[in-house]
């Protein structure tokens, strides 16, 4: 532990007058603004951008849903992708994997694994799994990796499903 996180972030972007509303450390200010003023094509952008730095490379867990919206019954494809920090973490290191479906119902797995090895051990970076929703509502799901009872990490998104099957 004992990293810190720093997450900024930039509010509203005006293509007309170059304006960008910031909470930046000076040293990266200048090549992140022209990114952002212009943005990736060249032209003004417009909207909301939310910028997240880490300062030790601390890793990241995102959580992404295939559909987003679907009707009942459904069946939905989620992506998990832990990016950023080493190879090698200890304490993401074989973590348990437990999904919670926001279905009042949760799936979990626990891996073998052999003991950590710095330097020759790696993480897993990538989780995926389908979960099938009989019913329409919004469901909010969540993936912890966790180290016995405690999570480490944890991302969540939310689905929709639709349908005139309602729980």
Request: hydrophobic fraction near 35%; charged fraction near 25%.
């Amino acid at each position: 532990m004992g990293s810190v996180r720093a997450v900024d972030t930039v509010g509203i972007i005006s293509g007309y007058n170059g304006l960008v509303t910031r909470r930046l450390r000076a040293s990266l200010l200048p090549a992140l603004a022209a990114v952002l003023v212009l943005g990736a094509s060249g032209h003004p952008a417009h909207g909301v951008v939310r910028v997240e730095l880490t300062q030790d490379g601390e890793a990241r867990l995102r959580l992404r849903a295939t559909p987003r919206v679907a009707f009942a019954p459904a069946s939905i494809l989620f992506v998990g992708e832990l990016r950023g920090g080493p190879d090698d973490n200890e304490e993401l290191y074989c973590a348990s994997v437990e999904w919670d479906w926001g279905d009042d119902t949760i799936s979990s797995t626990t891996p073998d694994c052999e003991p950590f090895e710095p330097g020759v051990s790696r993480i897993r970076r990538r989780f995926s799994v389908r979960h099938s929703y009989d019913y329409g509502g919004r469901y909010q799901v969540r993936l912890h990796l966790k180290q016995r009872d405690d999570i480490v990490i944890s991302a969540r998104t939310r689905v929709e499903v639709r349908g005139y099957r309602i729980r």
